[in-house]
């Protein structure tokens, strides 16, 4: 029996991935391209990073509940309207050529990726939220939106529903973050079934990822390393960049 070098590759990468997604966000544009290189249609790499990113959105929904911290109903509402549109978002991308999902994940890394370097500061002296009314149904109407996205490809999201619901809903970034892993959570149960249905998960590869991402963000979130933030975030960019060349190109 061979040793399990791709398991092994994968939990590291989820471990590294976990580290990202704590201290700056974007893992799963590592993540994603991964299982693709180790030889998994577009559709079912794309299915098999669910499995980590329910794992590790639970994880964190729990951690910010277990801290008092939340916004519920406001979360709940959110989340089931990202529901909805993650079902869509998700059969589009089984449904979708493999070539042309490639190409657009390395467009959407690069997009990201700007978006990291060159990121708005987020706002810190906000007013009373704006969680109800109006504002309410105007956000669950762009949630909708947002969780097409979310159940088509979710890379960099994190960084869409935390700049809506910063300026939009004028809300501190910790009800912010504990309020997008609610988020999250609720919506990628329903692109993760989606994927299962249609058979486009390897359940395997995702458990390893999925164990490495979980172990990641407990360190990260214990142990904050702010000088090797920036070493991170340059190891990330040179290899997303890497990666969406070589899914244009290859």
Known sequence: MDFPFDLLLLVGAGLFA????????????????????L??????????????????????????????VSSFPFSLYLGVAALF????????????????????????????????????????????????????VWSMIAFFFI??????????????????????????LVRVNATKVVVAFIYTTGALATFAFSGHIDWIYGIAL???????????????VRKGEGVIKTVMIVMVVAMSIKLWFF
Request: aromatic share 10%.
């Open 85 to 136: 549109g993650a079902l869509l978002g998700a059969r589009i991308a089984i449904d979708i050529d493999g070539a042309l999902f490639n190409r657009i994940l390395a467009v959407i890394m690069l997009v990201v990726v700007f978006l990291m370097v060159f990121k708005p500061n987020y706002q810190t002296l906000l007013r009373t939220p704006k969680t109800s009314g109006k504002t309410l």
């Open 210 to 224: 999925a164990s490495g991402n979980a172990a990641g963000a407990f360190f990260a979130s214990r142990y904050s």
């Open 147 to 172: 969780g097409i996205y979310g159940g088509f490809i979710n890379a960099g999201i994190g960084f869409i529903m935390m700049l809506f619901m910063n300026y939009v809903n004028q809300m501190d």
């Open 18 to 37: 976990g580290f990202i997604n704590t201290m700056a966000g974007g893992g799963s544009l590592l993540t994603l391209p991964l299982l693709i290189f």
């Open 39 to 68: 030889g998994l249609p577009a559709a079912t790499a794309n299915g098999t990073n669910r499995v980590a990113i329910l794992v590790a959105t639970g994880s964190a929904a729990m951690g910010f509940r277990s801290k008092k």
